[in-house]
């Protein structure tokens, strides 16, 4: 499957979840049998070879992350919003456009120097994924690359991830917000 066949897959709903932001929603690709298998299997041809686990971010980062680590071979930690894990946590509070958010992982899942690869569905401001790799090291990880099936390049967050010296890569890329 080739990368504008998966674009074409993506639903844009304008205006959700407020005025001007142009929502590109993944369920409509991952509903359709092939687009949840060529994204996966693309994802996985970007992978660096000695991944111990993959980290996803919740909640979309979960269906590619936890696909993607059962197609590695490799185990899936979740990254989850406040107050969701039920064992003690390490989390992160990181600034969103308006307001704040906080992130926790279970720091017993991550396995001290060996690679995390972080996983979410789209990567905008860069904030959150910033933020999730901040933890994972923090947990012990070796956390220097993460995949993504939408960039927004005009929002830098690609480029924000790039200069603090993390690899970041996406299938595909829109333009605009
Ligand atoms: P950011 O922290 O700004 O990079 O935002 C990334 C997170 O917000 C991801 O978990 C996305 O799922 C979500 N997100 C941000 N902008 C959009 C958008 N235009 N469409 C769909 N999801 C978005």
């Known amino acids: 499957m080739t990368s504008d066949e998966l674009k074409a897959l993506v639903r844009t709903v304008p205006d959700f979840p407020s005025a001007g932001i142009l929502f590109r929603d993944i369920t409509t690709l991952v509903a359709d049998p092939r687009g949840l298998a060529g994204a996966i299997a693309q994802l996985a041809r970007l992978a660096p070879s000695d991944v111990a686990a993959v980290a996803g971010i919740e909640a979309r980062g979960f269906i590619f992350g936890a696909a993607l680590a059962a197609h590695l071979g490799c185990g899936f930690v979740p990254v989850r919003k406040a107050g969701k894990l039920p064992v003690p946590t390490i989390g992160v509070d990181y600034a969103l456009e308006y307001g704040q ?76 917000h």
């Open 101 to 176: 958010a906080r992130i926790e992982i279970d720091p017993t899942l991550i396995a001290a120097g060996r690679r995390v690869l972080l996983v979410d569905d789209l990567i905008a401001t860069g904030g959150t994924a910033l933020a999730a790799a901040q933890l994972l090291r923090e947990a012990g990880a070796q956390c220097d690359h993460a995949l993504f099936v939408i960039d927004l390049p005009e929002l830098g967050g690609a480029a924000r991830f790039r200069a603090a010296g993390l690899r970041a890569d996406a299938l595909i890329a829109f333009a605009g």
